[in-house]
């Protein structure tokens, strides 16, 4: 191909990308969705979904069926660190029933019961039992009270054992340090950087190649689909302007409006929610210009084949919604089952996700990311050899 007819191709698939966009800027209500969009997902997704302790004044009956002061010992332990971390809301109850019923009726999600015989079994050398009870309709927040409930009874139990231990030091006269006799090993926990992250850290790299995702391939449709039933599209077969330039001007157009809008969920992530980004902001770019590309060929083929807009629509849909939930954008993959994580692992969107992640918040480089590049231009450039042959054969129909 001559340098003449490469700056032609290229001067006419610029042509009808300006034509694209100075469409879609004349349009209010679009210009008006292309920001509100973004804002309306980082906003939902920053106060919606969990950030940091999940429970929050949650209510929880709390029930001392005990006589001796061990049980007044460890509810008023569980009432003072209660108020110190703001994480229940303690009713008082009478019984176990009393406790199952507040849970049946809505008014408590767990309860913890300190059992008949409480003090009598520490004092005879045995172990004292607390009975928790959690609302097993509600399997997240189960989970999450049980094991937030454990951790904090098992650490009243330390510090007891760790008292029991200094007296009988004291005793032998001998010197030591009892906590370490009843926890001989402690856990120094370190991120890979410096600082700690949200929840909103995971997600918001998830949603900007998300984002992405969504503007290309609703946008694609609109660009080919709409323009083949009003008609449009004929004024540009019978010109002399070749297919591929017509490919590549509706990919620069829906490109320009997808990058736009990943850029603006950095910017609001950064402004809204604190997310700071601890890699290099041009390799953030090039990611997701490159998952751009990845999901440009995938629209093209699916346009190209649907019947009309509302098809392509339809078809588009069916495959955006499945990989939104699978590819890690709001869940980790690895609580995923098996089967799930092999779906993941063919999935474009999977891989932009964890690249943008990758920089965001553990400030990789580009040698960290470079699976995730080869994979993501893989998927582009064998996408786009099936779609540009079937789109030329769709535009001769």
Same mark, same amino acid.
């Given at each position: 191909? /001559?340098?003449?007819?490469?700056?032609r @191709?290229?001067?006419?698939?610029?042509?009808?990308?300006?034509?694209?966009?100075?469409?879609?800027?004349? &349009?209010?209500?679009? +210009?008006?969705?292309?920001?509100l969009?973004?804002?309306?997902?980082?906003?939902?997704?920053?106060?919606?979904?969990?950030? =940091? &302790?999940?429970?929050?004044?949650?209510?929880?009956?709390?029930? &001392?069926?005990?006589?001796?002061? @061990?049980?007044?010992?460890?509810?008023?332990?569980?009432?003072?660190? &209660?108020?110190?971390?703001?994480?229940?809301?303690?009713?008082?109850? #009478?019984?176990?029933?009393?406790?199952?019923?507040?849970?049946?009726?809505?008014?408590?999600?767990?309860?913890?019961?300190?059992?008949?015989?409480?003090?009598?079994?520490?004092s005879?050398?045995? $172990?004292?039992?607390?009975?928790?009870?959690?609302?097993?309709?509600?399997? $997240?927040?189960?989970?999450?009270?049980?094991?937030?409930l @454990?951790?904090?009874?098992?650490?009243? =139990?330390?510090?007891r054992?760790?008292?029991?231990?200094?007296?009988?030091?004291?005793?032998?006269?001998?010197?030591?340090?009892?906590?370490?006799?009843?926890?001989?090993?402690a856990?120094e926990?370190?991120?890979?950087?410096? =600082?700690?992250?949200?929840?909103?850290?995971?997600?918001?790299?998830?949603?900007?190649?998300?984002?992405?995702?969504l503007?290309?391939?609703?946008?694609?449709?609109?660009?080919?689909?709409y323009?083949? #039933?009003?008609?449009?599209? #004929? %004024?540009?077969?019978?010109?002399?302007?070749?297919?591929?330039?017509?490919?590549?001007?509706?990919?620069?157009?829906?490109?320009?409006r997808?990058?736009? $809008?990943?850029?603006?969920?950095?910017?609001?992530?950064?402004?809204?929610? %604190?997310?700071?980004?601890?890699?290099?902001?041009? +390799?953030?770019?090039?990611?997701?210009?490159?998952g751009?590309?990845?999901?440009? %060929?995938?629209?093209?083929?699916?346009?190209?084949?649907? /019947?009309?807009?509302q098809? !392509?629509?339809?078809?588009?849909?069916?495959?955006?919604?499945?990989?939104?939930?699978?590819? %890690?954008?709001?869940?980790?993959?690895?609580?995923?089952?098996?089967?799930?994580?092999?779906?993941?692992?063919?999935?474009?969107?999977?891989?932009?996700? =964890?690249?943008?992640?990758?920089v965001?918040?553990?400030?990789?480089?580009?040698?960290?990311?470079?699976?995730?590049?080869?994979?993501?231009?893989?998927?582009?450039?064998?996408?786009? !050899?099936?779609?540009?042959p079937?789109?030329?054969?769709?535009?001769?129909?």
């Amino acid at each position: 191909m /001559s340098s003449v007819r490469i700056r032609r @191709e290229l001067s006419h698939s610029l042509w009808i990308a300006w034509k694209d966009l100075l469409e879609f800027r004349r &349009n209010r209500m679009g +210009l008006v969705m292309l920001a509100l969009m973004p804002v309306f997902m980082m906003v939902m997704t920053g106060f919606i979904f969990p950030s =940091g &302790n999940v429970l929050n004044r949650v209510p929880v009956a709390l029930v &001392n069926l005990d006589e001796g002061l @061990e049980g007044l010992n460890i509810v008023s332990q569980l009432e003072t660190i &209660n108020e110190e971390s703001g994480l229940m809301e303690l009713l008082s109850a #009478d019984s176990f029933d009393e406790t199952k019923r507040m849970i049946f009726n809505g008014e408590a999600v767990g309860g913890i019961v300190v059992p008949e015989g409480f003090s009598s079994a520490l004092s005879n050398g045995e $172990q004292g039992t607390i009975i928790v009870f959690t609302d097993q309709s509600n399997p $997240q927040i189960s989970a999450t009270l049980s094991t937030v409930l @454990e951790e904090i009874i098992d650490g009243i =139990g330390t510090m007891r054992a760790a008292a029991v231990v200094a007296g009988l030091a004291q005793q032998a006269n001998t010197t030591l340090n009892p906590l370490a006799v009843v926890v001989p090993y402690a856990v120094e926990s370190r991120g890979v950087v410096e =600082g700690s992250t949200s929840y909103f850290d995971f997600v918001a790299p998830g949603i900007m190649a998300m984002v992405v995702m969504l503007s290309v391939m609703t946008g694609l449709p609109r660009a080919i689909s709409y323009e083949k #039933d009003i008609g449009t599209l #004929d %004024g540009f077969l019978v010109a002399p302007i070749s297919r591929l330039s017509i490919i590549l001007g509706k990919v620069l157009a829906q490109t320009t409006r997808g990058l736009v $809008q990943g850029i603006m969920v950095m910017v609001l992530a950064y402004v809204l929610f %604190g997310v700071t980004i601890h890699g290099s902001i041009l +390799l953030v770019f090039i990611l997701l210009f490159i998952g751009v590309f990845s999901f440009v %060929g995938l629209g093209i083929l699916l346009t190209s084949v649907a /019947s009309d807009e509302q098809t !392509a629509m339809m078809m588009m849909s069916t495959l955006m919604f499945p990989m939104m939930f699978l590819s %890690g954008v709001f869940f980790p993959i690895q609580q995923m089952p098996p089967i799930m994580q092999g779906i993941a692992s063919i999935l474009p969107l999977t891989y932009a996700t =964890g690249a943008l992640r990758k920089v965001m918040v553990l400030g990789a480089g580009l040698e960290n990311v470079w699976t995730e590049l080869v994979v993501l231009i893989g998927f582009g450039v064998v996408l786009l !050899a099936i779609a540009v042959p079937v789109f030329r054969r769709a535009m001769t129909r």
